[in-house]
């Protein structure tokens, strides 16, 4: 029987899953999760200035680069599955059969849930755009009329995982994940990012800082978790509940 714990990235760029869903990607697949990484581009103009820093260096060079760091990373985080798209970067443009092909995606892999971006970056518009496009592609799956015959999409959450620059986008966390567990694997693929060394401080810095929200918002001196590295994460649909 196929596994139905399954998960879905929707990434921008080949290096965001890892920054800003790494520990929800090695904390689930330990779970026993299917983790599938789509990556729209593989940010190989706009995020990938330490490549083009080095002597004759192609956009074709920078790609391949890119690429084998997200392979590195997907497999220090136990991703079941990553797919490129190579739509371009900055700006990132995702035409009808862009759509559609994610659309696929999203019905074959029948995620429980899905991740993103924020909805606002006024910094980055590719990662806001994906946002958009997740949304898009999430109701289309949805839509009974779309490839009739194929299974439809349920009602699968969609997190927006933390940007960059948090307080400039709008997003607010409401859901704290404790990722101790796996940091040594988020560190792992964090250190694969060889082209954005200037990242990998910060976003140990970040992790230890939503530790401390988790800590806090678990019950803090009262009987709080002892998280010491997590993610936050702003969902977009409500939740259905029985019991508050
Ligand atoms: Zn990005």
Same mark, same amino acid.
């Given at each position: 029987?196929?596994?139905?714990?399954?998960?879905?990235?929707?990434?921008?760029?080949?290096?965001?899953?890892?920054?800003?869903?790494g520990g929800a990607i090695a904390l689930h697949a330990k779970?026993?999760?299917?983790?599938?990484?789509?990556?729209?581009?593989?940010?190989?103009?706009?995020?990938?200035?330490?490549?083009?820093?080095?002597?004759?260096?192609?956009?074709?060079?920078?790609?391949?680069?890119?690429?084998?760091?997200?392979?590195?990373?997907?497999?220090?985080l136990d991703?079941?599955?990553?797919?490129?798209?190579?739509?371009?970067?900055?700006?990132?443009?995702?035409?009808?059969?862009?759509?559609?092909?994610?659309?696929?995606?999203?019905?074959?892999?029948?995620?429980?849930?899905?991740?993103?971006?924020?909805?606002?970056?006024?910094?980055?518009?590719?990662?806001?755009?994906?946002?958009?496009?997740?949304?898009?592609?999430?109701?289309?799956?949805?839509?009974?009329?779309?490839?009739?015959? $194929?299974?439809?999409? +349920?009602?699968?959450? =969609?997190?927006? *995982?933390?940007?960059?620059?948090? !307080?400039?986008? @709008?997003?607010?966390?409401?859901?704290?994940?404790d990722i101790t567990d796996v940091w040594e694997k988020k560190k792992?693929a964090? $250190?694969?990012?060889? +082209?954005?060394?200037? =990242?990998?401080? *910060?976003?140990?810095?970040?992790? !230890?800082?939503? @530790?401390?929200?988790?800590?806090?918002?678990?019950?803090?001196?009262?009987?709080?978790?002892?998280?010491?590295y997590?993610?936050?994460?702003?969902?977009?649909?409500?939740?259905?509940?029985?019991?508050?």
């Amino acid at each position: 029987m196929a596994n139905d714990k399954t998960a879905l990235v929707i990434s921008a760029h080949s290096a965001d899953f890892v920054w800003r869903a790494g520990g929800a990607i090695a904390l689930h697949a330990k779970l026993g999760y299917e983790v599938t990484v789509v990556c729209l581009s593989y940010g190989e103009r706009g995020e990938s200035a330490k490549l083009w820093k080095s002597e004759g260096m192609t956009l074709d060079k920078v790609k391949t680069e890119r690429r084998r760091e997200a392979e590195n990373a997907a497999k220090a985080l136990d991703v079941h599955d990553i797919q490129f798209f190579d739509l371009g970067d900055y700006p990132l443009e995702i035409d009808r059969d862009a759509k559609y092909r994610l659309v696929d995606v999203i019905r074959a892999v029948q995620p429980r849930f899905m991740l993103s971006h924020s909805h606002y970056d006024p910094y980055n518009l590719d990662h806001s755009h994906t946002t958009k496009i997740a949304m898009e592609c999430r109701m289309i799956a949805q839509a009974w009329g779309h490839n009739p015959g $194929e299974k439809v999409l +349920g009602a699968p959450q =969609l997190y927006l *995982f933390e940007p960059h620059q948090t !307080e400039q986008m @709008g997003w607010k966390p409401d859901a704290f994940l404790d990722i101790t567990d796996v940091w040594e694997k988020k560190k792992q693929a964090i $250190e694969c990012m060889e +082209g954005q060394e200037h =990242l990998w401080h *910060f976003y140990t810095n970040v992790a !230890e800082n939503r @530790g401390n929200h988790f800590r806090r918002n678990s019950g803090g001196q009262s009987g709080g978790r002892a998280a010491k590295y997590a993610e936050g994460f702003q969902s977009v649909y409500p939740r259905t509940v029985d019991e508050l």
